[in-house]
């Protein structure tokens, strides 16, 4: 019955498309579904699948924005109709505003990731953290209710606030559950960006934290141990991530541009609520 878990991909991809770009946790949402459909596989693939298929979700980052964030264009004469490739010096701008912000959760997973893990990867920080960073959204949007932001688009963000938002983006580095996308939304919003350019910011702070993540786990995956049905798994769960994402990116810019991110807020405070609840009497 494999079949059964090329089934189960499709589901951890659909999962993952999702819950990655909205703002309510991707690691609250794969406890819950792990504790319900379990890959019959080993754990060290499992492991791995669940970072990988993440390279579906940030391929349909890469292809939606691609004019946006591709500093490298070839451009045509006019004249001559020759191509030349040309190099676009404000995207290169955004790309080290993009590196800067990455810059302190890079240390900080590097010097830490696996105490981190020994230490708050457990359904209880997953769980309250899933309400602590829902009740702030609530809490920021009615405080920025009636307020203009400062910040219109995503070249007026500064190296300054660029580091600020790498700063939220370590919490959710540190503290599962708190989603790393609700984390550098939240933080561009208290600075002072539209809600249309905190997520697009955090979109593209997605490319380079998650291939870097996607690109250690597949060096340390031993390939040996990889059959058909582990590649099919991989490969089913990569392309529905992928085309999941594309449409849910989609859909979320449509959203915030007529409405606040509090339904987000009351979404996560009654998943991490049904997280407590769940394990509190099932755990054991």
């Known amino acids: ?23 309510v946790s991707s690691t609250g949402h794969m406890i819950l579904l792990d504790e319900f459909v379990t890959l019959n596989l080993s754990e060290a693939f499992k492991s791995a699948f669940l970072v990988v298929i993440q390279l579906g979700a940030i391929m349909a980052v890469v292809v939606i ?5 591709w500093p490298f264009p070839i451009k045509t004469n006019s004249q001559t109709g020759n191509k030349k490739l040309t190099v676009d010096m404000d995207i290169m701008n955004l790309w080290f505003k993009i590196i800067v912000a990455c810059i302190p959760a890079v240390i900080i997973g590097l010097l830490f990731e696996e105490k981190i893990d020994e230490l708050f990867y457990n359904y ?13 959204f609530i809490i920021i949007e009615n405080r920025n209710k009636g307020h203009k932001a400062k910040v219109l688009a995503v070249d007026q963000i500064s190296y300054k606030y660029a580091l ?6 370590v919490i959710a580095a540190v503290f599962p559950g708190t989603s790393r996308s609700g984390a550098t939304i939240l933080g561009g919003i208290m600075i002072g960006l539209t809600r249309k ?20 786990k597949m060096i340390k995956l031993d ?12 490969f089913v769960g990569t392309m529905v991530a992928f085309l999941v994402s594309y449409i849910v990116i989609n859909k979320l810019m449509d959203y915030i541009r007529k409405h606040d991110f509090k339904i987000f807020g009351y979404y996560r405070i009654a998943l991490g609520t049904l997280v407590i609840l769940y394990f509190s009497i099932f755990a054991n």
């Not at 019955?1 to 703002?23: D, N, Q």
């Not at 924005?65 to 964030?69: A, L, S, V």
């Not at 600020?164 to 983006?169: H, K, L, P, R, Y």
């Not at 390939?223 to 991989?234: D, F, H, N, R, T």
Request: hydrophobic share 65%; no cysteine; proline share 3%.
């Open 164 to 169: 600020i938002i790498g700063a939220f983006q």
């Open 197 to 216: 350019v905190a997520a697009e910011f955090t979109f593209y702070l997605a490319i380079p934290v998650m291939f870097g993540a996607s690109f250690l």
């Open 1 to 23: 019955m494999e079949w059964i878990e090329v089934f189960k991909a499709v589901l951890f991809g659909i999962v993952e498309g999702i819950t990655e770009w909205l703002p």
């Open 124 to 136: 209880m920080t997953v769980a309250i953290m899933l309400i602590v960073v829902g009740i702030a």
């Open 65 to 69: 924005y691609w004019h946006q964030i």
């Open 223 to 234: 390939y040996s141990l990889l059959g058909g049905l582990e590649w099919a798994v991989l």
